[in-house]
Every structure is written in C-alpha cells, then in structure tokens.
C-alpha cells in the first residue's frame, strides 16, 4: 500500500485507550448517551436500536466490534452517528476529541502489530504532534458480520 497525503478534517474520538478518527464527511453527529431498545440474538457489537428524531438508528459498541473489552469495560458513553452505504449508524466510543484538519499529513499503512480486529476497520494511520490517529472506515467498522464470530460467539 503506498502512502497517500490526507487532506480531511477528521472528527476524533478515543475507545479503550486508542485514538481514532473518522471522516468528518461521514459523520451526520455526535450525541451524548442516549436510550437504547436490546436487539435479541443480534452480534455481540449491537448494543441495541436508539430512536434520532424518529430515525430508529443501529447503535454499535466499538469495544466490542474491535474486541477491545478491559477490566473495567465501561459502557461508552457517546454517539459518533456516521453514513454508512446509505444508512445511518451510531458508534458507541468512550469520549469525544475534537475535530482535526490533517492537511498535507501522509495517511500511513496500518501497522501490524494492532489487534487483528481493529486492523481490519483501520484503513491508515497518521501521525500527528502528540498522537497517532488510527483512521477508521466507516463501512468497514458498522460491518458486523466479519466481526461476528471470533470471540466466542458474541456471549456477554
């Protein structure tokens, strides 16, 4: 994969001690905790169904998706709302940063020693002053069937 240079504004966000980012084109908004319906028998990484203005909108915990539980495995308490292939999906994370322009920052390969899972819904790196931002790909990370599997059997 050769380097590219990033010319977006990224909206940031932390999950289990990681930083990310996501294209601040994909995302529609960010909300604070909101009231969650459970989904019976969905993967492990719907946490439930929230109503947006009469929208019922998937809600995905990123913990989960990207099988970062920990000790402590807080429930996140905020909404990234993002479009993804026409849909509109909420990705529970930890707390919100800001938002970020990285123009002229080379977006970098995914390194390898990340977690298999958040590989996989990483499509680059950058590196900024005092962090790396690990840049996410919206379809990828609400695709919960690639992440459905692995654990063991989305049991909870």
Partial sequence: MSTTVATHQYCTFWVAGLHFGVAVDSVQEVLRSQTMTP??????????????RGQIV???????????????????????????RGEVVSLLVDRIGDVIDTSGLELQPVPSNLPVMVREVVHGVLTLPDAILLVVDPDRAVDVSAAGEPNNGGTS
């Fill in 39 to 52: 989904v019976p028998r969905a993967p492990e990484a719907v946490r439930g169904l929230i109503n947006l």
């Fill in 58 to 84: 998937t809600a995905l915990d990123l913990r989960r998706r990207l099988d970062l539980h920990t000790d402590a495995d807080e429930s996140p308490e905020m909404n990234v709302i993002v479009r993804s």
